[in-house]
């Protein structure tokens, strides 16, 4: 747990833009639908993901996203001057357009934009800001017992975990545009309701989460915390170099994204990817969640503490006595761990048959035991299915324990970058009016 990490904004320095950037940002468009309105908001939508998909080490002038998107510089230039006055992005020193163009100026979004990432987790709750290009500014965390806890006592404390994230914000002269927040649960499709969460005891729970951000011109959305671990994946650690894999959230309980042709699969209700819910053994331990021998109670963190017999609270010193009787070869420690990769391996190989799924990353501390857990999980993807997952096709999360809570805010950018026309006041200009949009793709923000 940390009392809250400041991390460095970027240099202001002009970039140089490449020759291809673009061709990622028109391969992003969006359909344009009908009416006037509509076109120019789906147009101002286009421009404005074109300077996203670019990246903070890109910059685009207006010629260049004129012509990636089919556009008339005209356009492109009314459309830019409304986004600069959003404060969604900024100009950025002079930018030549290939060999023979005239010097144009770069566009860049605006990295005093952000949102706020939130978590809430069985044993802990967490916060940051995250700008624009998803990159984490602040980061604070702290532990807390919220399984069987009130909702309402839980949004409290949280909101008093935001306190130094909005402080971090305000001395950077940083604006909050939304936010998300990722449960342990699974969450109606609209992002307002946690239907149920068996390790929080919550069930058809609806945070007032729109209090946690009153002043922001996007709501704060729910989602489950495995599915924005792995969008977060996808968006900024291993998932980049990978179009399909299964992403593993080691926590209390235990979840999986899956992530198909670079999209997030849910499912038709949304609740795809409940791995820890698979059956490993058929006279296995009683589950949180009503059934028997899940996954979930070999491979959760409570369970391979309580099988390793480490008994010290809170949960985060009982990781650190883990580690350290692993390191000592501490037989009841080592014997969780490797029981715990062995059954992990079993729903693995379940996953991977049923989604044809090439590829793992695992999380939370599954990545944190990953020396010891690997070498069992391996095993048993060898028993069980010999060759249907290489060794190097199993890999360790990057993002450490902060993957939820970025993923959640890459959803809430997602919202912004789809619907850029809410932060324009002025409606005469063609827009419509102004209806917030907690539309969600997988698409990079
Ligand atoms: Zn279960």
């Known amino acids: 747990m940390d009392e809250g990490k400041i991390f460095p904004l970027p240099a202001m320095e002009a970039v140089v833009t490449k020759e291809g950037a673009m061709e990622t940002a028109a391969r992003r468009g969006v359909a344009l639908p009908g009416r006037v309105g509509d076109v120019r908001r789906g147009n101002l939508a286009l421009v404005l993901k074109g300077i996203a998909a670019a990246g903070p080490g890109l910059a685009p002038t207006r010629a260049q996203l004129a012509a990636a998107n089919g556009l008339t510089k005209a356009s492109v230039s009314s459309l830019v001057a409304d986004l600069i006055e959003s404060g969604l992005i900024r100009e950025l020193g002079l930018n030549r357009d290939g060999e023979r163009g005239r010097p ?106 729109r209090d946690l951000l009153p002043a922001a011109a996007f709501d704060v959305l729910l989602s489950n915390e495995a599915n924005s671990a792995a969008l977060a994946e996808l968006w900024y650690g291993r998932g980049r170099e990978l179009h399909d894999f299964v992403f593993v959230s080691g926590e209390v309980g235990v979840g999986a994204g899956l992530v198909v042709a670079s999209e997030l699969f849910v499912g038709p209700q949304g609740y795809a990817g409940e791995l820890g819910h698979v059956v490993v053994h058929p006279d296995g331990p009683d589950c949180s969640c009503g059934g028997r021998g899940c996954l979930e109670t070999f491979a959760g963190l409570e369970a391979i503490l309580s099988a390793a017999g480490i008994a010290a609270s809170p949960v985060s010193v009982r990781l650190t006595g883990l580690l350290d009787a692993l390191r000592n070869g501490e037989g009841h420690a080592v014997t969780a761990v490797e029981n715990a990769g062995r059954y992990l391996g079993l729903a693995l190989v379940s996953a991977a048959r049923i989604m044809d799924l090439p590829a793992v990353v695992l999380g939370g501390h599954f990545a944190l035991l990953g020396d010891w857990i690997r070498p069992a999980l391996q095993r048993s993807l060898e028993i069980h299915a010999p060759g249907l997952l290489e060794s190097e096709s199993v890999m360790l999360s990057t993002l450490d324990q902060s993957a939820a809570l970025l993923g959640a805010a890459g959803g809430a950018i997602q919202s912004i970058l789809e619907s850029p026309h809410v932060l324009i006041p002025a409606a005469a200009r063609g827009y419509g009016s102004p209806v917030a949009c907690s539309s969600r793709t997988t698409a990079r923000p």
């Open 104 to 209: 144009g100026v770069g566009l860049q979004l605006n990295p005093q934009r952000a949102v706020i990432g939130l978590e809430i987790n069985v044993d802990y709750l967490a916060a940051g800001l995250v700008d624009l290009n998803g990159a984490l500014r602040f980061h604070t965390s702290e532990e807390a017992q919220n399984s069987g806890a009130d909702p309402r006592s839980v949004i409290k404390q949280i909101s008093r975990l935001l306190e130094p994230v909005l402080k971090a914000a305000g001395d950077t002269g940083t604006q909050i545009l939304g936010g998300g927040l990722a449960v342990p649960g699974l969450v109606d499709s609209a992002g307002r309701t946690i239907v149920s969460a068996p390790n929080l005891h919550w069930s058809s729970v609806t945070l007032e989460v």
